[in-house]
């Protein structure tokens, strides 16, 4: 098993071939943490490596937690614009709601469709 800076070394050689043939999307299931560290891939490669990279094409979230309550451990996706991962013209899109009831119809529906 990779440890965390391990991880995001295999994360940044990724993204940065991938990022080369077609645009990427970041689809985050839940919020915190566990969506933040993968999506810093795009500031990390700009400001800390000084390498050139597309940011991350569209974002989506599904979530359980709104902000209104104080209960998203997170950054909405316009916050992400100031932190160099999103565009302000990115399709951003927030699903307030379960992720184990969502995620399955999204996942069957993909899965459906011819690519």
């Known amino acids: 098993m990779k440890n965390g800076i391990e991880q995001m ?18 689809f985050q299931i839940g919020g915190g943490i566990s969506g933040d560290f993968p999506i810093c891939v795009v500031p990390l490669i700009h400001k800390d490596l000084e390498l050139p990279c597309p940011l991350w094409a569209c974002f989506a979230q599904i979530s359980d937690s709104t902000t209104s309550y104080g209960s998203y451990s997170g ?40 690519v």
Do not use: Q
């Open 75 to 114: 950054a909405v996706p316009n916050e992400k614009i100031t932190w160099g991962k999103l565009d302000e013209n990115t399709p951003k899109f927030v699903i307030e709601s379960d992720a184990t009831i969502v995620f399955p119809l999204i996942a069957h529906y993909l899965l459906e469709e011819e």
């Open 9 to 26: 070394h295999s994360l940044i050689a990724w993204y940065r071939e991938a990022s080369t043939t077609s645009p990427i999307g970041f």
